[in-house]
Nanobody
Framework: QVQLVESGGGLVQPGGSLRLACVVS????????IGWFRQAPGKEREGVSC????????AYTDSVKGRFTIFKDNAKNTVYLQMNNLKPEDTAIYYC????????????????YGQGTQVAVSS
């Protein structure tokens, strides 16, 4: 059974940092790409970042480049999203998603999604 469980969300002040984690089960990170998506109230879901089966394959949407870093630990079945210099516009529910492809796409289709974790950036 495929499962993705996100954690690490919370309330942080502008300029602060959070590290999100996505623990996966039922498949291997060796042959699946993982994406991070977010959805703010009243807005459509948008792709944020992704990492392919090869850790060297990663991508970011323009608004988070230089601030967010995606990385993974295959031994722990976990993909992380380190978010620095957070801005109020980063406030959203963040979801991780999986697809059985070697290469990732920030804006592509993913087959499995987690339940999400809330990130709120406010002073």
């Amino acid at each position: 059974q495929v499962q993705l469980v996100e954690s690490g969300g919370g309330l942080v002040q502008p300029g602060g940092s959070l590290r999100l984690a996505c623990v996966v089960s039922g498949f291997s990170l060796d042959d699946h790409a993982i994406g991070w998506f977010r959805q703010a109230p009243g807005k459509e879901r948008e792709g944020v970042s992704c990492i392919g089966a090869s850790a060297g394959d990663s991508a970011y949407t323009d608004s988070v480049k230089g601030r967010f870093t995606i990385f993974k630990d295959n031994a722990k079945n976990t993909v992380y999203l380190q978010m620095n210099n957070l801005k109020p516009e980063d406030t959203a529910i963040y979801y991780c998603a999986a697809n059985r492809t070697f290469y990732c796409s920030v804006y592509g289709w993913y087959e499995y999604y987690g339940q999400g974790t809330q990130v709120a950036v406010s002073s």
